[in-house]
């Protein structure tokens, strides 16, 4: 019989000279993001596509958001409850970086979701009739 051990959570922290490091690099100023979506492209020739194409487009973009927002979910569950835990406010501490940023994806995956709505509305108020 086979025994699976349980990994050890590996714990990192800088050292001083990498804290130092760190403040400096922060300091710097941000590049702008780079964004490549391929969906985008996409959208910008959505004229060319029958109604079909556009709904498929459209539903696609949706269930990857959906499924993106769905492993968000449990990730700012965690992180909200050790938000609201006076006993761990060294966690929440610690952890409050990774929560602005789960929350972000949280939130631009709901924006995605609403856009798509509005997007599909937008087409087929404007070229059904045609």
Known sequence: ??????QQKK?????????????????EE????ISRDEFL???YVI?????NTVAQLFNDRRRHYKK???INKPKLE????LQHDSRRKEDWRNSFGRY???????????????WCDWAEDLYHNSFDKI
């Open 1 to 6: 019989m086979r025994q699976i051990l349980k």
């Open 11 to 27: 714990i990192y922290s800088l050292t001083e000279k990498g804290v130092q490091t760190v403040s400096e690099w922060v300091l």
């Open 30 to 33: 941000t590049a702008d993001p």
């Open 41 to 43: 492209a996409k959208i």
């Open 47 to 51: 004229a060319l596509m029958d109604k």
């Open 68 to 70: 993106r927002a769905a």
């Open 78 to 81: 965690e992180l909200e409850a």
């Open 100 to 114: 602005l940023i789960v929350k972000r994806r949280d939130d631009l995956c709901t924006q995605e979701l609403a």
